[in-house]
């Protein structure tokens, strides 16, 4: 059952996702985007989570962040697309014609994305689909071989486990907006498991990542302030420190009851050796 669900989705996403796809979605988006931009800088994360193609929430942040800031390059990387279709840049691609990358270690997650937009009418950016490994080692030059540098719109980084060391490591672009995963599970203290080829999920699926602290440590070490996250905790939002949005503190981000329920108990952090940021 699976295999046919996987076989629809790859071959007819563009009909299983025609109304996202929509002119009228389209204008959504844009009117969120809007929207913000008359929105007060403070603002509670309840009051602009909207989703089209995200499932928390992301599609709203975004636009309200995009309204926030000005003259933003209309082009993002998305490290971890998955299937490029339940993607934080899916709506920049579609209903913003932004140019944009898409990388992924999964290339039959990929082909999804290649032919869902290569048979939507509205999408006129520039995409391109990269299949590969990303490392720290490599990031920067698949990002520049792609045809990106400098300033950037956008940089999504989903990829499980290593995704601190890869922010850590990339210069050759400068996002406005950084949206990257973290490990709530760690709780609120700065907590960072040691790069592992393979995410260290195959030997312990719970040991990896980074802890909401150690990632907002690392924002402020390149130049960004934490501002949003989705509210399970684990998506967060960063921007350039000048940017006129309220910065959020580590507690602010964790506050969800139920993400708070998820932290690991004391004899896993006990049982397991973490850097710091």
Not at 35 to 59: I, K, M, N
Not at 215 to 236: D, S
Not at 247 to 264: F, G, I
Request: aromatic share 12%; charged share 20%.
């Amino acid at each position: 059952m699976q295999s046919v669900k996987t076989w629809l989705k790859r071959h007819f996403a563009h009909w299983l996702y025609r109304s996202r796809c929509s002119a009228s979605a389209g204008e959504q988006f844009r009117s969120w985007v809007a929207a913000a931009a008359s929105q007060r800088p403070v603002f509670r994360v309840e009051e602009v989570s909207r989703d089209l193609f995200t499932y928390h929430g992301e599609d709203g942040i975004i636009a309200f962040l995009l309204g926030q800031l000005d003259s933003v390059s209309p082009s993002f990387i998305d490290i971890g697309a998955g299937d490029c279709i339940k993607s934080n840049c899916a709506s920049l691609a579609v209903h913003a014609a932004w140019d944009g990358c898409f990388l992924d270690a999964d290339n039959g997650q990929l082909q999804t994305g290649r032919n869902f937009y290569k048979r939507i009418n509205n999408r006129k950016g520039r995409l391109s689909f990269i299949n590969t490994h990303i490392t720290p080692d490599n990031v920067n030059q698949v990002i520049g071989a792609a045809g990106f540098s400098g300033e950037a719109g956008l940089l999504s980084i989903d990829i499980d486990g290593n995704d601190y060391w890869i922010w850590k490591a990339i210069d050759i672009i400068r996002p406005r907006i950084v949206i990257i995963e973290a490990k709530v599970e760690f709780g609120t203290g700065n907590r960072l498991v040691s790069y592992g080829h393979h995410n260290h999920h195959s030997s312990d699926s719970m040991y990896n990542g980074a802890s909401v602290e150690a990632l907002r440590i690392l924002g402020l070490q390149k130049g960004y302030k934490l501002v949003a996250a989705n509210k399970q905790g684990y998506n967060l939002f960063f921007v350039q420190q000048q940017e006129p949005v309220k910065e959020l503190t580590t507690a602010e981000v964790l506050k969800d009851p139920v993400t708070q329920q998820s932290v690991y108990p004391a004899s896993f952090f006990d049982r397991h050796s973490f850097l710091k940021s």
